[in-house]
């Protein structure tokens, strides 16, 4: 069994206790995990801070933390295919997509690198004629850090490179439920030269360790990404220290094919959109939308490429579609999809559990035309796409902004002057016009509503973890007037 350790102050270490991790695609523990409590926290807090303001890393140029994070990428690039193993044995998450992901990773870190000495302040054309006023962007300070299991290395780089490049120093909790690809990445952050407490790596529960970091009194912004309901703990956590938040929140996405779309091309963006990494994805094109007219020819199409995806092991090049994370995901979606058959959804392939060992979910559809299905409104995290028909446009926008996210919509058609009016009325973060699940280190990625607040990706990001100061310089040699007087 392997034997996983934190990252604290520059030092591999023990939690205070420790857990077993369970493979999903067995069922069975392999490996051991350092459970970080309260203790723990705060020392990694504490060198976060002393990091920030004493250390080091405080001393250190834009361009000096610029090639820090030059080396960091090319160590990911190194050891990508290493990772991509660790995450698909501790989440199920297939290995041809941990394997391309990882290896794209190291984009976000380049990116962020040559970012690192461009946030520039700016020259106030002030109305006062013996001032000169202008604004540092400085960094944010000591940021918490709290990555969900799916996709971590992905979901950290899109917080630590930035971070990174502004400066921050940060504590980073990887998930209780696949922690693994995170604490081995530690390595490389130690083997890069990174100084001591400038990135410190731990993994925990909740309230023992989620909880303390949240509402530690150094930590000044927290970025998490996961569940609305665990964001809301982590907002009332936040007003112990009054700690900024950026949220990256969940989705019940809507997916909008037109009767001129290339039904082939969006029944293939379609899969990938539900069915790629078994749905466990935030950005999940989890409610089709389809034109009456084609609706059935579609789910022809559709129900012909889920029967034919290739369940298996997600160590297997060959596999498309993995097992879940955890037992208790795979409990929640065949709760839900019962729910929703019995409110009058209708089963077009799927809906039960694959035979065998491990978390195994069959891709699903569920027609939900005529029915007030759960399915349409709450979020499986899994492989199960709801199914309804519109007649008019109208009827489409307004079917697809009926929830409380708005992270992400597709919509397939091949009317540009439709797509034009659709993408300004869809209230969502994110529109993907004939495409879908496409990202990139320049482009931000974030949500609307219950799916979030601030952006990932793009120079967004790096603004997102640094704070102004305004100096403010007095040019004249008289002496000050009146004291009494504000200036």
């Given at each position: 069994?392997?034997h996983?350790?934190?990252y604290?102050?520059?030092e591999?270490a023990?939690g205070e206790?420790r857990?077993?991790?369970?493979?999903p695609?067995?069922?069975a523990?392999?490996?051991?995990m350092?459970?970080?409590?309260?203790?723990?926290v705060?020392?990694?807090?504490e060198?976060?801070?002393?990091?920030?303001?004493?250390?080091?890393?405080?001393?250190?140029?834009?361009?000096?933390?610029?090639?820090l994070l030059?080396k960091?990428?090319?160590?990911v690039?190194e050891?990508?295919?290493?990772l991509?193993?660790?995450e698909t044995?501790?989440t199920g998450?297939?290995?041809?997509e941990?394997s391309?992901?990882?290896?794209y990773?190291?984009e976000?870190?380049?990116y962020?690198?040559?970012?690192a000495?461009k946030?520039?302040?700016?020259?106030?054309?002030?109305?006062k004629p013996?001032?000169?006023?202008?604004l540092r962007?400085?960094?944010?300070?000591?940021?918490a850090?709290?990555?969900?299991?799916?996709?971590?290395?992905?979901?950290?780089?899109?917080k630590i490179?930035?971070?990174?490049?502004?400066g921050?120093?940060?504590?980073?909790?990887?998930?209780?439920?696949?922690?693994?690809?995170?604490?081995?990445?530690?390595?490389?952050?130690?083997e890069?030269?990174?100084p001591?407490?400038v990135?410190?790596i731990?993994?925990?529960?909740g309230?023992?360790c989620?909880?303390?970091?949240?509402r530690?009194?150094k930590v000044?912004?927290?970025?998490f990404?996961?569940?609305?309901?665990?964001?809301?703990h982590?907002?009332?956590?936040?007003?112990e220290?009054?700690?900024?938040?950026s949220?990256?929140?969940?989705?019940?996405?809507?997916?909008?094919?037109?009767a001129d779309?290339d039904?082939e091309s969006?029944?293939?963006?379609?899969?990938?959109?539900?069915?790629?990494?078994?749905?466990?994805?935030c950005?999940?094109?989890s409610?089709?939308?389809v034109?009456?007219?084609v609706?059935d020819r579609?789910?022809?199409?559709?129900?012909a490429k889920?029967?034919a995806?290739r369940?298996?092991?997600?160590?297997?090049?060959a596999?498309?579609?993995?097992?879940?994370?955890?037992?208790?995901?795979?409990?929640?979606i065949e709760?839900l999809?019962?729910?929703?058959?019995?409110?009058?959804?209708?089963?077009?392939t799927?809906g039960?559990a694959?035979e065998g060992?491990?978390?195994?979910?069959?891709?699903?559809?569920?027609d939900?035309?005529?029915s007030?299905s759960?399915s349409?409104?709450?979020?499986?995290f899994?492989?199960?796409?709801?199914?309804v028909?519109?007649?008019t446009?109208?009827?489409?926008?307004a079917?697809a902004?009926?929830?409380?996210y708005?992270?992400?919509?597709?919509?397939?058609t091949?009317?540009?002057?439709?797509?034009?009016?659709?993408?300004?009325g869809i209230?969502?973060?994110?529109?993907?016009?004939?495409?879908?699940r496409?990202?990139?280190?320049?482009?931000p990625?974030?949500?609307?509503?219950?799916?979030?607040h601030?952006?990932?990706?793009?120079?967004?990001?790096a603004?997102?973890?640094?704070?102004?100061?305004?100096v403010?310089?007095?040019?004249?040699?008289?002496?000050?007037?009146?004291?009494?007087?504000?200036?």
């Amino acid at each position: 069994m392997q034997h996983f350790q934190c990252y604290i102050d520059g030092e591999f270490a023990d939690g205070e206790a420790r857990f077993e991790s369970i493979d999903p695609a067995t069922g069975a523990a392999w490996a051991e995990m350092p459970e970080a409590r309260e203790a723990d926290v705060n020392r990694a807090v504490e060198a976060a801070h002393r990091a920030l303001y004493a250390g080091l890393w405080s001393k250190l140029t834009a361009t000096q933390r610029g090639k820090l994070l030059y080396k960091l990428a090319d160590l990911v690039a190194e050891n990508a295919q290493k990772l991509a193993e660790l995450e698909t044995r501790d989440t199920g998450k297939i290995i041809r997509e941990t394997s391309a992901q990882i290896a794209y990773v190291v984009e976000y870190y380049r990116y962020y690198a040559g970012i690192a000495d461009k946030i520039e302040g700016s020259y106030l054309p002030i109305d006062k004629p013996d001032m000169d006023v202008w604004l540092r962007r400085e960094p944010i300070g000591v940021v918490a850090m709290v990555v969900p299991w799916n996709s971590q290395l992905f979901l950290s780089a899109v917080k630590i490179g930035p971070a990174l490049a502004a400066g921050c120093t940060m504590v980073v909790k990887a998930s209780e439920d696949g922690p693994a690809p995170l604490l081995e990445f530690a390595r490389l952050i130690y083997e890069a030269g990174f100084p001591a407490g400038v990135v410190n790596i731990i993994t925990g529960f909740g309230p023992a360790c989620g909880a303390a970091l949240s509402r530690h009194p150094k930590v000044d912004h927290i970025a998490f990404t996961g569940g609305p309901e665990t964001a809301r703990h982590v907002v009332r956590n936040s007003a112990e220290n009054l700690a900024s938040t950026s949220l990256e929140l969940g989705g019940k996405s809507p997916f909008i094919v037109f009767a001129d779309a290339d039904l082939e091309s969006a029944a293939n963006a379609q899969v990938a959109g539900i069915f790629a990494a078994t749905g466990q994805s935030c950005v999940a094109g989890s409610r089709l939308l389809v034109e009456t007219s084609v609706k059935d020819r579609f789910l022809d199409i559709l129900k012909a490429k889920a029967e034919a995806v290739r369940i298996g092991s997600p160590l297997d090049m060959a596999t498309e579609v993995g097992p879940l994370a955890t037992r208790r995901q795979r409990d929640h979606i065949e709760a839900l999809v019962g729910r929703s058959l019995a409110d009058g959804a209708r089963l077009v392939t799927g809906g039960r559990a694959a035979e065998g060992a491990g978390y195994y979910y069959q891709p699903t559809i569920l027609d939900c035309d005529g029915s007030a299905s759960p399915s349409l409104e709450e979020e499986f995290f899994g492989p199960v796409l709801s199914v309804v028909s519109f007649e008019t446009e109208a009827e489409a926008l307004a079917t697809a902004n009926n929830t409380r996210y708005g992270l992400a919509a597709g919509l397939f058609t091949r009317d540009l002057t439709r797509a034009h009016r659709l993408m300004k009325g869809i209230r969502a973060g994110i529109v993907w016009v004939n495409t879908y699940r496409a990202v990139s280190p320049i482009a931000p990625f974030g949500g609307f509503g219950l799916s979030g607040h601030g952006r990932e990706g793009g120079m967004a990001a790096a603004l997102d973890f640094t704070r102004t100061k305004t100096v403010w310089l007095r040019t004249s040699d008289e002496p000050i007037a009146d004291p009494f007087v504000m200036r």
